[in-house]
């Protein structure tokens, strides 16, 4: 029944639009159709179809979690995921993306607020463990699998054999846990499409308890292989210690605590871009190169030592 979910979840994405606002807009559309998620819109409303493989009830924790920090993740607009064709459907407002056409006017300052505020809620007692390492060893266990072989697979597992444990999600990670996002970056941003609307966190997915250096991992490992300008870096880092974001010191260098996740989340892109490329039988592009070698520097840089 899988070629009858679009529609399908169409339908329910109209529902939820015309319930809400009977004068819609009826502006609509699929926002993403992946092999584990698909995503649409109808007017006001998004109606997202989960992986096949989600704990419904699990999901439903975190989606309880954005529904009481409104100021800081888009709230769904209803409290537990439906099901639709066997998939978990949960429902949530439109709103207006990060322009990708627009570098200079990307929210870095208001996403590293986000992020402080959101490693700075006390965390739930039930809320799951946050998935990041989780989907980076995903990522680097479908690289290792690839058959043939693609001659990029070296460099990236070895940068992956080199970090430790927690960060290939085979330990606890070291230090307090926070309320994570867990896959953070700048598509995880949207606003009210009312001029003037706050920037919100979305994607409740991996949202849980862990390390909270981990949702700045991503930007940090752009900036460290020259992929994010450093004005941009420090917009987002400074914006993020000014809000009392806890997973860096309050000044001095915060590379002996970003490190560790960002190589992880290195290896993780270059695991998946290599991955798609050899699916596809393709050469590996311009930034797919880049971030191969990156992986391959790695092992000549030694990882900086957790700071006291």
């Known amino acids: 029944m899988t070629e009858d979910l679009l529609p399908a979840l169409s339908a329910r994405a109209a529902e939820a639009a015309h319930s809400r606002d009977p004068v819609c807009s009826c502006v609509a559309g699929t926002l993403a159709h992946h092999e584990d998620t698909t995503v649409v819109r109808h007017g006001a409303a998004v109606a997202k179809a989960h992986a096949p493989d989600t704990d419904t009830a699990v999901l439903a924790v975190r989606t309880a979690v954005a529904a009481r920090l409104p100021g800081i993740l888009l709230p769904p607009l209803t409290p537990a995921p439906a099901e639709l064709y066997g998939r978990p459907v949960t429902y949530w407002p439109y709103g207006t993306p990060v322009d990708p056409d627009d570098p200079d006017a990307a929210p870095w300052e208001e996403a590293g607020v986000l992020l402080a505020r959101l490693h700075r809620t006390p965390l739930p007692g039930a809320v799951p463990p946050m998935r990041g390492p989780e989907k980076a060893a995903r990522a680097v266990a479908l690289l290792r699998d690839l058959a043939p072989p693609h001659p990029a697979v070296a460099p990236v597992l070895d940068a992956w054999a080199d970090l430790p444990p927690w960060a290939r999600g085979e330990a606890p990670a070291p230090g307090p846990a926070r309320l994570c996002h867990g896959d953070f970056h700048l598509g995880q941003l949207v606003r009210d499409p009312a001029p003037g609307s706050p920037w919100l966190l979305i994607d409740v997915d991996d949202l849980g308890a862990g390390p909270p250096v981990w949702d700045l991992a991503r930007p940090a490992a752009w900036y460290a292989v020259g992929m994010l300008d450093t004005d941009a870096w420090?917009?987002?880092?400074?914006?993020?210690?000014?809000?009392?974001?806890?997973?860096?010191?309050?000044?001095?260098?915060?590379?002996?605590?970003?490190?560790?996740?960002?190589?992880?989340?290195?290896?993780?892109?270059?695991?998946?871009?290599?991955?798609?490329?050899?699916?596809?039988?393709?050469?590996?592009?311009?930034?797919?190169?880049?971030?191969?070698?990156?992986?391959?520097?790695?092992?000549?840089?030694?990882?900086?030592?957790?700071?006291?």
């Not at 420090?234 to 009392?244: E, K, N, P, Q, V």
């Not at 000044?251 to 871009?273: K, M």
């Open 234 to 308: 420090h917009r987002f880092l400074t914006a993020y210690r000014a809000a009392g974001g806890p997973a860096v010191p309050a000044d001095g260098d915060p590379w002996p605590a970003l490190d560790v996740p960002a190589r992880a989340l290195t290896a993780q892109t270059a695991a998946r871009a290599v991955t798609k490329a050899a699916e596809a039988g393709r050469a590996l592009d311009e930034v797919e190169e880049w971030l191969v070698d990156a992986c391959a520097r790695m092992r000549s840089v030694p990882a900086a030592a957790p700071a006291d």
